[in-house]
């Protein structure tokens, strides 16, 4: 009965390689997002997208790359991974009237070695 | 564009003592106003929200009034819990073009000690 759900928990690996983060919502929501936790606990926008498009492109570098097959579910691929990528990645998704706020996964533990 | 700034963290307080997280936002329209918890190696979890001037949000003991004349939303509970211990996001969606976006402050971490 997981609202949002994102896999893995936990994801560990080495410089330069290729990852991808999974997220499902089972809310009906028309909207999906990931935002990046630094260590800090600062969380910035990445990526938003309605209904399998894409509508929020934050400064976020091309190896970066979201992808949405339907609008239950959003991908994050990341390509040459760099020791700067490590953080918690949430996935979130809202209605689309935010006046309900927004529901997020556990999040991903990112760690690059 | 807009912002939300929050006090900074931590706070320490004793159980059954009185909190105040301090925030103020600037936005160009007329924002929604949240605030959400995150407990540890927990995702963030809707807390309270107020919509417009004046509104008052409540949950669980908590309490937030949007403030327009001063762009403030500040966190209140009379009695605060060992259980309360967690990081505190202040945060506003600007509707108007936004794209549903949430703009989050840099969140305050409460401890609360027995």
């Known amino acids: 009965d997981t609202a949002v759900s994102q896999t893995p928990k936990y994801l560990v690996t080495q410089m330069g390689n290729d990852k991808s983060i999974k997220c499902e919502q089972n809310?009906?929501?028309?909207?999906m997002y990931w935002y990046k936790q630094d260590s800090k606990k600062f969380l910035k926008i990445m990526f938003s997208y309605n209904n399998k498009e894409l509508i929020i492109n934050e400064t976020v570098p091309n190896r970066f790359s979201p992808k949405s097959p339907d609008k239950a579910h959003l991908n994050l691929h990341i390509n040459s991974l760099e020791l700067g990528d490590s953080a918690v990645y949430f996935c979130?998704?809202?209605?689309?009237?935010?006046?309900?706020?927004?529901?997020f996964g556990s999040g991903t533990r990112l760690t690059v070695v | 564009g807009d912002s939300v700034t929050q006090m900074e963290g931590p706070v320490t307080l004793s159980e059954e003592a009185f909190l105040t997280i301090n925030c103020t936002y600037t936005?160009?329209?007329?924002?929604?106003l949240f605030w959400y918890v995150q407990y540890p190696g927990e995702g963030l979890q809707l807390l309270l929200k107020?919509?417009?001037?004046?509104d008052k949000g409540s949950n669980k003991g908590f309490e937030a009034t949007y403030r327009k004349e001063t762009t403030s939303f500040h966190l209140e509970k009379g009695s605060v819990q060992v259980s309360d211990s967690a990081v505190y996001f202040c945060?506003?969606?600007?509707?108007?073009?936004?794209?549903?976006?949430?703009?989050f402050g840099t969140g305050t971490q409460l401890k609360v000690e027995l």
């Open positions: 979130a998704s809202s209605p689309r009237d935010t006046y309900y706020g927004y529901t």
């Open positions: 809310l009906g929501h028309d909207t």
């Open positions: 945060a506003l969606s600007d509707g108007a073009g936004g794209g549903n976006k949430l703009t």
């Open positions: 936005a160009t329209g007329y924002p929604s």
């Open positions: 107020a919509t417009k001037a004046d």
